[in-house]
T-cell receptor, first 114, second 116 residues
Framework: KNQVEQSPQSLIILEGKNCTLQ??????????LRWYKQDTGRGPVSLTI?????NTKSNGRYTATLDADTKQSSLHITASQLSDSASYIC?????????????FGAGTRLFVKA | EAGVTQFPSHSVIEKGQTVTLRCDPI?????LYWYRRVMGKEIKFLLH????????ESGMPNNRFLAERTGGTYSTLKVQPAELEDSGVYFC??????????????FGPGTRLTVT
């Protein structure tokens, strides 16, 4: 069964600290993995996209890693800011005969406190 | 450049009524997607348009849901008749066509549907 599991479910950190969010997936055949940030009341916004051959991708203070062998990804946030408070969603796409199918994780809710 | 817009932002209807959600994709984007997030669950795929054609509608929950994209521009998602379990946030996303099919999806802000 194609699934995307994220951990932790929620996380509270102090402003300025680093954190790492995890994503494990059982999706096949794998096409790409994306991390999205979703602020309350808004749609998800893409942070990084990685294909099978990529094992790290950065976007400012966000760095995503991908281990396609163990089917794990992480999103590392450096020097967190209050504006990083949001849900972070891991999305894995698979390619089938009909095109692409996307499987969403339930997200990690991050709270950054002053 | 305008992003993906959705209307309305929030709709409250009674069970048995009809609601129509609208999505305006980014201009020039051939691909349009509908997704839904019900309370406490992950976002789930509903369907995918390529221009005006339904490429994949495997995620549509039942025949009370009807999606259209006349002319390949904006899309509507009609729920008729609405049931309590249809409550949730409905997201629309669009993406351009790309060789090899690898593309970025841009999401709208969502429509929060509450069925009472």
């Amino acid at each position: 069964k194609n699934q995307v599991e994220q951990s932790p479910q929620s996380l509270i950190i102090l402003e300025g600290k680093n954190c790492t969010l995890q994503c494990n997936y059982t999706v096949s055949p794998f096409s790409n993995l994306r991390w999205y940030k979703q602020d309350t009341g808004r749609g998800p916004v893409s942070l990084t996209i990685m294909t099978f051959s990529e094992n790290t991708k950065s976007n400012g203070r966000y760095t995503a890693t991908l281990d396609a062998d163990t089917k794990q990804s992480s999103l590392h946030i450096t020097a967190s800011q209050l504006s990083d408070s949001a849900s972070y969603i891991c999305v894995v796409s698979l390619r089938n005969t009909g095109g692409f199918k996307t499987i969403f994780g339930a997200g990690t809710r991050l709270f950054v406190k002053a | 450049e305008a992003g993906v817009t959705q209307f309305p932002s929030h709709s409250v209807i009674e069970k048995g009524q009809t609601v129509t959600l609208r999505c305006d994709p980014i201009s020039g984007h051939d691909n349009l997607y509908w997704y839904r997030r019900v309370m406490g669950k992950e976002i789930k795929f509903l369907l995918h348009f390529v221009k005006e054609s339904k490429q994949d509608e495997s995620g549509m929950p039942n025949n009370r849901f009807l999606a259209e994209r006349t002319g390949g521009t904006y899309s509507t998602l009609k729920v008729q008749p609405a049931e309590l379990e249809d409550s949730g946030v409905y997201f629309c996303a669009s993406s351009p066509s790309a060789a090899g099919g690898f593309y970025e999806q841009y999401f709208g802000p969502g429509t929060r549907l509450t069925v009472t």
